[in-house]
């Protein structure tokens, strides 16, 4: 039985920075994705990066340079360090977990069956 849990949301001010982890228990593939995904009030889960086992990361083009996604499988847990926070980066932040399918890892919804049940980031 796989877990995501997130943590490291709460609230900041504009141009501040956090931190959210993912710590994962359970069996999961030795080749495996992991990503972030957010969803705003009154808008659609999107993606905002994934990583491979090798640490290879894909971010989508609005965090890019702000975001970094990281992991450590040796303690099991994968990071989002977020800088310069704005106000549209406001939502609920999940983490998520799938087998590798292709080359690359990519915050596309459908590549992850895990999900954590998200930690809250209000920028304002």
């Known amino acids: 039985h796989v877990q995501l849990v997130e943590s490291g949301g709460g609230p900041v001010e504009a141009g501040g920075s956090l931190r959210l982890s993912c710590a994962v228990s359970?069996?999961?593939?030795?080749?495996?994705?992991m990503g972030w995904f957010r969803q705003a009030p009154g808008k659609e889960r999107e993606g905002v990066a994934a990583?491979?086992?090798?640490?290879?990361?894909t971010y989508t083009y609005s965090v890019e340079g702000r975001f970094t996604i990281s992991r450590d499988d040796a303690k099991n847990t994968m990071y989002l360090q977020m800088n310069n926070l704005q106000p549209e980066d406001t939502a609920m932040y999940y983490c998520?977990?799938?087998?590798?399918?292709?080359?690359?890892?990519?915050?596309?919804?459908?590549?992850?069956?895990?999900w954590g049940r998200g930690t809250q980031v209000t920028v304002s």
């Open positions: 359970g069996n999961l593939h030795s080749d495996y994705c």
């Open positions: 998520a977990a799938g087998p590798r399918i292709e080359r690359a890892c990519r915050p596309l919804q459908d590549r992850f069956g895990y």
């Open positions: 990583i491979d086992s090798a640490g290879s990361p």
